[in-house]
């Protein structure tokens, strides 16, 4: 019977990031990772192997730099854990003993049995899974009317991509008033909607699937609530995904209202020696203090580096005290990116806000080639100045522009120390230096509060 000093389950971004880290901070230790099959895929790329990839391979996730530190890799999903005793059992019947067991389980897409016809013949998901996704491309390529339900980002992204497929009809349901809407406000989730219709996607909000109708077994339209039925070969469901942690608890694992496993700042659950990152483990709002659900590998894998470096002892303090949700995309050449609050999950959580917003070229002067406008929407406590979200459209840098206001928002800076931050650029990069638009948000945010003060 082997035996290890951490056995990680999971090799999906937290898995591997945590392997890494752990190895690096820990050689001596005998670490396995292992893994449900034998290729993975990169979650966030999915969408592009429907256009922009030329195939599922270019987005494949690996474990390369894990093994070439020392650690091993295992295919062979669990089946069985056992805390007390510290082993686990595979399904090829292995049993494995453990000091110390990471859950990376990830999560998995939520089915819609819940619809009339969701088991129908080419009515499918966006899962992570290689050869699940390769098979779906495969069914795609010779065929005309596609309907995608679910406009989130995954839903709404996939959506964007199989329209630029010219011989493919695309169309995107979204059971909302505008897409993108749990993480774009109002205005942007308008705005993305709009670029999606663009986009030369047919674009149905404020609809739901009541039923998908299909003739000998396979799918041939979906019924909508509004009485129409849109015809079509394939359906393929985005309407979410959920901690996948069956196996957790079956072991006895506790897991919170929303089915992940709860742990503190340190990713340790209430059993000794076992942790949980990523997708499966429990998530706070930095800002509101709440249980979230936001499933995002750059969550997941800042919450693996806080477990690597602190497996054996704490060593490094956590300075990650809660999810900000940074989220970004583009649809149809148009950027767009948030962190933290905006406001309608400010107003659900009952707190105060004003709102900042400033457009400005992204290059100097804005007769460069490539220069696009770019705009920036802060929220601002008004009492003390500081950031509570962000909101960034335009142009390509407005992904690394939300991570330096996530960055802000994390280390509680205000509106006054924002304008004083000292930024570097060029006409070919950047904003002109008289006018970087999350500075000029924050010179209008301090304009409001000195006027509320009045």
Known sequence: MKNYDVIIIGAGPAGIV???????????????MIQENEKGLVPCGIPYVFHDLDSVSQNAMGSTEFIDLGGEVMTDPVIDVDIKQKK?????????????LVFATGSKVVIADFIPGFDLKNVFYIKKDF???????????????????GGGFIGAEVAEQLAKNTDKNVSLIE????CFSKAFSYDLSKIATEQLKKANINVYTSTLVEKVIGEYGCVTAVQLNNNKDIKTDVVIFSVGYKPNTELAKNAGLQLNKMGAIHVDNYGRSV????????????????????????????????????????????????????????FSTEINGLSMASVGLNEKNAIMANIQFIIAQFTA???????????????AKLYVSPSDGSILGAEIWGGKSSGEI???????????LTVYELISLQIGTHPLLTSAPTMPVFIKAAEIAISKIQSLNK
């Not at 686990?88 to 110390?100: N, R, V, Y």
């Not at 059971?175 to 505008?178: C, D, G, K």
């Not at 070229?361 to 705009?375: F, G, Q, V």
């Not at 939300?402 to 509680?412: D, F, H, S």
């Open 361 to 375: 070229p992204d290059r100097h002067p804005k007769a460069i080639k490539d220069s696009s406008l770019l705009t």
């Open 402 to 412: 939300i991570n330096t206001l996530g960055l802000a928002i994390q280390n509680e």
């Open 271 to 326: 059993e000794k020696d076992i942790y949980a990152v990523g997708d499966c483990s429990q998530t706070i709002g930095f800002l509101t203090g709440r249980s979230d659900n936001i499933m995002l590998a750059s969550t997941a894998t800042a919450e693996a580096r806080v477990i690597g470096y602190n497996l054996y002892g704490v060593t490094i303090k956590n300075s990650f005290m809660g999810t900000i949700g940074i």
């Open 131 to 149: 050869e699940y996704i390769e098979n779906l491309i495969n069914t795609l390529k010779d065929k005309k009317n596609i309907v995608v339900v």
């Open 88 to 100: 686990l059992g595979t399904q090829s019947g292995d049993t494995i003993m453990f000091d110390k």
């Open 175 to 178: 059971s909302e008033a505008f």
């Open 18 to 32: 945590t392997g890494i880290i752990a190895k690096k901070q820990f050689p001596d230790k005998s670490i396995l």
